[in-house]
């Protein structure tokens, strides 16, 4: 549960020294891998643990933080040294295949899986945090460094989602799916060599609830209560359509025009609002995907309303 050792039981981080930041202990081993498999092929999936809960400051940058005015958004001194420690362990990486002459011959793929944790970060100018379905939850960095394919400085707006990558490290590697095997991706090769990919739909199907950060934390979600509740999304070219399943509600924005989703267009645009609630009907039937619809017979809505005013209330007592 902790940055730094005992990691318990965790395979592979029983012998490290009791002072490394495990971010740094990942980082330096993926060096020393390089450096083994140097004379032959290889692929290297590393995942840092940072900036992931818990929050907690790799000590010899705390006081650099620290010392620097807290920015409007930005202001949790312990996160900033989290995202240094990533950072400083890519760069270690990048330096160690120029180093061995291998920078021209590898691929780096970036990427994340969720928004970040609301109450030591803001995701402005999107909506939502981590757990949340507006943009803030779920639009993540997607950077590729690939020499003599990707151009370096392009910037592409084409929208992927995170199920494109295992079919594009298959067509990278020259690698092939087993007979048989469902791939919900598309090859991302194409739009890294500058053409474009065929015109498609993305989903996030969630439905359960998560609840909300509480406290301090900011109110970027649907109710006080939770980060999100039952919910279907649906994104489609510059629209987004989400359907909340307890109360049937639906919400449409244009991304384009709104990225901060805070116009919800579902009652002005109705011809865009049936065309990707049909959309998303159809991908459920077609997937299977199950919509909660027994009621919860332990569930008291008096209970609910107070605790909805108890959150209210917590928040306007902070400044």
Sequence with gaps: RGYYPPHGKVPGL???PDDEFVTTTLSRRAVSFIESSKDQPWFLYLTMFAVHTPIQAKKDLLDKYEAKTPGRLHHNAK???MIQAVDDGVG???AKLEELGLTHQT???FFSDNGGYGPATDMAPLKGYKGAYYEGGIREPFFVKWPGVVEAGTINETHIIGVDLY???LEMTGATAKDGQVQDGLNLVPLFKGGTLSERSLFWHFPAYLQSYGGKGPFEQRDPLFRSRPVGVVRHGDWKLMEFFESGDLELYNLKQDIGESRNLANSH?????KLHGI???WRQKTGAP??????????????KQAIEKALALRKSFP
């Excluded at 619809?293 to 609910?304: C, G, I, T």
């Design 92 to 94: 270690r990486i990048a």
């Design 167 to 169: 079919p594009t490290f």
């Design 291 to 304: 919509i909660p619809s027994d009621r919860n017979p332990l569930f008291d809505p008096v209970a609910e």
């Design 270 to 274: 109705p011809e865009t609002l049936r």
């Design 79 to 81: 996160m900033a040294t």
């Design 14 to 16: 029983q012998d490290v």
């Design 107 to 109: 691929a780096i793929v």
């Design 280 to 282: 998303m009907k159809e």
